[in-house]
């Protein structure tokens, strides 16, 4: 027989291997958690018979002239997109009443929200955000490999604004290790918010040396003469240490399409596009965003719909004694537990599974006892609450 050599053996490496290998911040990371496994359960209900309800999507949809201008853009997909995206920022510049030069585009404000930790922070500096604030603002802090510095939220039982962010316990948390500070208003999954004067106080109390990223996902579902509800926009021109994030996935109904938004002092962006992906927005995205821009009257009433179906929703929900927080988004959070029976949360969730209704747990958050329920239509919202009843009886 032969004398050949034997043949080395395979390489194997588990994901804890991996792990020991990745950078500190890594190794501590657990993915983003994004609720259930839609796909299975779209296979077993059908699109139809599922009730969507976990993810804040917008039950409308898109303006149709968004889905015209991506089949206007099929001719073109060979092609590589607008690197700078010069149309859309052009278009939000105009919006918003800032330079074009002030705006970075995102695949999703998410990557904008992980890149700022990436470029701002780092090993030994800190980040502050608040307690039951949006998850990606841990997930970036910790990729950086930067100290987290959560702040404890409002109390539960607090008057107004249960669980929402304590804007003067965030200004006292600032040290000079602070690089960043993310806050969310209204804030996912509180649904909480704070108002301009509160907000403009705190920007005028936060150190020039620290920077602060306001993310403003439902901004549009609440800006409808809504002066209560604080954004970052009118503040830009006098704070350059402040970031304003804003999404096409939840008021523009294009979450499916990844794209979100920055403004900020223009030297901020200069950087921030020194690690952004070239090509990091695509083309028929672009088309379609510049598209919905132009259809306002899409915008306006979708909100409306929103408002007064999350008011409906409420009350329904209160009527059957459940504690339903405040919100000016497109979902409330509502508590489900009862004092001899801290379990019961947890039942009902997956008996609407089981009925096919999507809600979103929030034991990842650290409140166990609470449901985010995401707006949906009014039929939508019908359908969930007799699966809810039927649940509730049993
Ligand atoms: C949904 C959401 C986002 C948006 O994420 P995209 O990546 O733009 O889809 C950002 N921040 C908050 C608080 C959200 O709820």
Redesign the pocket.
Same mark, same amino acid.
């Given at each position: 027989m032969s004398t050949a050599t034997s043949t080395p053996s395979p390489v194997r490496h588990d994901e804890a291997w991996f792990a020991s290998r990745a950078q500190p911040g890594v190794r501590g990371l657990r993915a983003y958690d994004p609720g259930h496994d839609l796909v299975a359960l779209r296979a077993r209900f059908g699109e139809a018979g599922l009730l969507e309800l976990g993810s #804040?999507e917008n039950p409308y949809g898109a303006s149709p002239e968004a889905r015209a201008a991506i089949l206007d853009q099929m001719h073109a997909l060979h092609r590589y997109p607008d690197p700078l995206g010069a149309d859309l920022k052009r278009a939000l510049a105009a919006k918003h009443g800032v330079d074009a030069a002030q705006i970075l585009l %995102? #695949? %999703? $404000?998410?990557?904008l929200?992980m890149q700022l930790a990436q470029v701002f922070a780092g090993p030994d500096q800190d980040v502050v955000y608040s307690r039951y604030g +949006?998850a =990606?603002f841990a997930l970036a802090t910790q990729c950086a490999g930067a100290r987290a510095h959560v702040v404890e939220a409002l109390p539960r039982d607090h008057a107004t604004m249960p669980l929402g962010h304590d804007l003067d316990a965030i200004l006292a948390a600032i040290t000079p290790a602070t690089r960043l500070v993310y806050l *969310?208003n209204p804030? #996912?999954?509180t649904g909480t918010w704070f108002g301009r004067d509160a907000f403009a106080t705190f920007m005028s109390k936060v150190p020039a040396e620290v920077i602060v990223v306001m993310?403003e *996902?439902?901004a549009e579902l609440a800006d409808d003469g809504d002066t209560d509800v604080a954004s970052g926009l009118p503040l830009l021109a006098r704070h350059a240490n402040l970031v304003v &994030?804003r &999404? +096409? $996935?939840?008021a523009y109904g294009l *979450?499916g399409l990844? =794209? %979100?938004y920055l403004l900020a002092a223009r030297g901020l962006v200069a950087v921030m596009e020194r690690v952004r992906e070239s090509f990091n927005v695509n083309g028929p995205a672009l088309a379609a965003c510049e598209a919905a821009l132009r259809d306002e009257s899409h915008l306006v009433w979708g909100r409306t719909r929103n408002r007064e179906q999350r008011e409906q929703l409420a009350e329904a929900l209160q009527a059957r004694g459940l504690r339903v927080l405040p919100s000016r988004t497109n979902f409330v959070l509502v508590d489900f537990s009862r004092q001899d029976d801290a379990a019961r949360t947890v039942q009902v969730e997956a008996a609407l599974i089981a009925r096919g209704v999507v809600l979103r747990p929030m034991a990842g958050y650290g409140l166990p006892e609470y449901l985010r329920i995401t707006v949906g239509s009014q039929s939508e919202n019908r359908a969930l609450l007799s699966a809810l009843d039927d649940v509730l009886r049993s």
């Open positions: #804040n %995102g #695949n %999703g $404000s998410h990557e929200l +949006f =990606v *969310a804030n #996912n999954p993310d *996902a439902y &994030t &999404t +096409f $996935s939840k *979450a990844r =794209v %979100g």
